[in-house]
């Protein structure tokens, strides 16, 4: 070894003994860092509270603690739920759904964190036949984006939760180049029910329409008078909510791009047996 490797491999051994005194400090100060405490969060409405219990996620430790929310009733607890792949602060909205039941839902939503996805939705709903009961638990489902305050679309007093078909992102083209029909979910006697179909909500759908159409001439312009796959798919779904398949299946025939979109495909299950899936790249 010529005494330049010698000096340079000494000026390794001590940057490396340096690393790892480095390292060492590092390890015994996170050895020495004090659990971050659980932070409690109460609403109140009427007779119920809700408890969020969570750590700060900016905190060292902040996103090995599951988020749990607790429901009480007079001070009792009827329910519970704890997300344990999920990061931040659960969202929750007292607000009434069910008209079966003498108390208002209790509506709790939870971030994954990452992109889209995911939105995990759980709501609890007091059993009607009994007030001191444990509550159902409703789990709508997890859903691609962030939080959706239940509203009432349809102005009868009941509100519901619009979240968006994800199915439909990633199978006929990419996700900013997809469209998603939107789907309505309420709750009915501890069950999740889907209630976009209903005539009360068909304004609401007509207003997706014009949303949609608009989205498809633009497309239209920029693609020499051809809609993309992935907003045609959508449209025609959301034609068949209108009770107008036919017309939306005509309009796609009409339009739909003829070559393959391989761009960001995944594979998807073919809803029949016998029927060929799109393919992924
Ligand atoms: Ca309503």
């Known amino acids: 070894m010529s005494i330049f490797d010698r000096n340079r491999g000494n000026r390794l051994l001590q940057h490396g003994m340096a690393a790892t005194g480095v390292l060492m400090g590092m390890i015994a100060g996170m050895a020495e860092s004090p659990a971050s405490p659980v932070l409690e969060k109460v609403i109140r409405s009427g007779e119920l509270a809700v ?14 603690h599951a988020p749990r929310v607790s429901v009480l009733l007079h001070g009792k607890g009827v329910a519970k739920v704890a997300f344990p792949d999920d990061v931040g602060i659960p969202e929750v909205f007292t607000t009434e759904m069910d008209p079966l039941n003498g108390y208002s839902e209790v509506v709790v939503e939870s971030y994954s964190g990452g992109a889209h996805c995911c939105e995990e939705i759980v709501v609890f709903s007091a059993p009607a036949d009994g007030v001191e009961k444990v509550w159902w638990k409703v789990r709508l489902g997890t859903f691609d984006g962030g939080a959706r305050p239940p509203r009432d679309l349809d102005g009868d007093g009941l509100s519901e939760i619009m979240v968006r078909d994800d199915a439909f992102y990633y199978v006929y083209g990419c996700y900013a180049c997809s469209y998603a029909p939107p789907v309505i979910l309420s709750v009915r006697g501890g069950r999740k029910v889907d209630i976009t179909r209903r005539s009360s909500f068909r304004p609401v759908l ?3 329409e014009k949303r949609i159409a608009s989205r498809m001439r633009q497309s239209m312009t920029e693609n020499g008078g051809r809609v993309e796959n992935g907003l045609l798919a959508g449209y025609v779904a959301l034609r068949f909510l209108l009770g107008e398949g036919a017309e939306g299946w005509n309009f796609m025939l009409k339009h739909h791009v003829r070559e393959l979109q391989a761009f960001c495909l995944v594979t998807v299950r073919p809803p029949n047996p016998g029927i060929d899936a799109g393919t992924a790249q």
């Open 51 to 64: 408890v969020i219990r969570y750590k700060d996620p900016a905190a060292g430790d902040g996103l090995d």
């Open 206 to 208: 007509r207003r997706e």
